[in-house]
């Protein structure tokens, strides 16, 4: 079994997982509604007993569901407001965030790879301005990076904004997932090849392809980015 077949079966759940599942289980055991406030950002992080930027980041998945929309304000008038109960396919979703850590590298991949080809052809073939605009500022940011970890918190929002481009939310939520699930070995995958020129030529090939409106030009470069990235989870290893 290769390095990036090896079960992640002692990964624990990161902490923003966690607050999505608590959060799930605060909306059902207190009745919520739509219309309903859930606390804002620190007194959720107080109640739960995790820092700000874990409820920050779970909010921000719900709000790709659809489930929360933010609210800005302070007091009474702080916190974001339900929008929809969680059905059945959104539990399944959020139980994706936790679940994915057993899952084999390349299962993964196989994945992203199958989604993201998708996205890509989706997108070239109506551009959306606004999300090929935050694909390039995503590029310029990798660009200034000033280490690794930086580098992919700026691909994740790239691969995000190229998911939004095709216009499907469920994909968003997703795609997200799967990153998440990704971000230690994006890291280790970005320190081991040491020069990030090759992936910027990646992501570079993907932007144009989409603002061309050329579809195959498009999936093709998901597939050559993905395989730069990470050759272990290629199909004869």
Known sequence: MTTGERRRTDARPRAFEEVLARIEERIAADGLTVGDRLPGERQLAEQ????????????????????VASQAGRGPDAGAVL????????????????????????EVIDTRLMIEQWA?????????????????????????????AEFVEHDIAFHLA???????????AVVRALRDALRRYAVDAVVR???????????????????????????AAVAEHLARAYPESGPDS
Request: proline share 3%; charged share 25%; net charge neutral.
């Open 162 to 172: 190229l998911a939004e481009a095709a216009g499907n939310r469920l994909i968003v």
């Open 120 to 148: 890509a052809a989706r997108a070239a073939a109506a551009p959306a301005r606004t999300a090929t605009a935050r694909m390039a500022e995503a590029i310029a940011a990798m660009d200034a990076a000033r280490d690794p």
């Open 48 to 67: 739960l007993g995790v820092g700000r930027s874990s409820v920050r980041e779970a909010l921000r998945v719900l709000e790709t569901l659809g489930v």
């Open 193 to 219: 090849l040491g020069d990030t020129g090759g992936l910027q030529d990646d992501h570079r090939r993907i932007h144009r392809a989409i603002e061309d409106g050329d579809a195959g030009a498009a999936a």
């Open 83 to 106: 929008t929809s109960r969680p059905g059945d396919a959104l539990t399944d979703l959020l139980r994706l965030h936790l679940g994915l850590a057993t899952l084999s590298m390349r």
